[in-house]
């Protein structure tokens, strides 16, 4: 392999999620900070998590209602 071409390599890389869980992996980053993991991600525990950007969430739910009363009105 070529000499001075290939990143620095982490054995021990810090990684930390949103909820506080802590992981070591190897990485070419010294630290990584992730939004969810797998201690706490819905799939895996079971509990429903909302990560709610920029109120897009809102926007979704307020969408679905309209198409409600919509097809409400139609269906009349």
Same mark, same amino acid.
Request: net charge positive; aromatic share 10%; glycine share 6%.
């Given at each position: 392999?070529?000499?001075?071409?290939?990143?620095?390599?982490?054995?021990? %890389?810090?990684?930390?999620?949103?909820?506080?869980?802590?992981?070591? =992996?190897?990485?070419?980053?010294?630290?990584?900070?992730?939004?969810?993991?797998?201690?706490?991600?819905?799939?895996?525990?079971?509990?429903?998590?909302?990560?709610?950007? %920029?109120?897009?969430?809102?926007? =979704?739910?307020?969408?679905? %209602?309209?198409?409600?009363?919509? %097809?409400?009105?139609?269906?009349?």
């Amino acid at each position: 392999m070529k000499k001075d071409i290939h990143p620095k390599y982490f054995d021990k %890389a810090k990684t930390t999620c949103a909820c506080g869980a802590t992981y070591d =992996f190897g990485s070419t980053k010294e630290n990584i900070n992730v939004e969810i993991c797998a201690a706490c991600h819905p799939f895996y525990t079971g509990n429903e998590k909302v990560l709610d950007t %920029a109120g897009r969430v809102e926007k =979704f739910r307020a969408r679905k %209602a309209a198409g409600v009363t919509k %097809a409400v009105k139609k269906s009349k």
